[in-house]
């Protein structure tokens, strides 16, 4: 299992629809992989905001959030299937980020 692999199944993993040998795969790279425990504690979040929504468009909303954090359900480029982001979410080289 890798990152690449987390990612595309990210969603369905956050929300209990990957089962078997694959979700078994998936939450043993996440145990090990910071990057994909953070993404997938992210997922869940942001399924629980728009679980707890009531607003009518919501899962638009929720949709449009998602793609800017870069994740995109239908797959994508090869830079956002390799990283889960797009090359303009990464970070650049020297840029220092708050934690």
Do not use: W
């Not at 692999?5 to 209990?16: D, R």
């Not at 998936?26 to 425990?37: E, F, G, L, N, S």
């Amino acid at each position: 299992m890798n990152c690449e692999t987390v990612v595309e199944n990210i969603k369905a993993l956050a929300e209990g629809e990957l089962h078997g040998e694959e979700k078994t795969a998936c939450m043993k790279h996440v145990a090990v992989c910071q990057d994909c425990a953070d993404a997938l504690r992210g997922v869940r979040a942001m399924l629980v905001v728009r679980d707890q929504a009531a607003v009518p468009g919501s899962e638009r909303v929720f949709n449009r959030v998602m793609s800017r954090a870069g994740y995109d359900p239908h797959g994508g480029g090869a830079a956002t299937r390799a990283t889960g982001f797009p090359s303009s979410a990464r970070p650049k080289h020297g840029v220092r980020h708050r934690p």
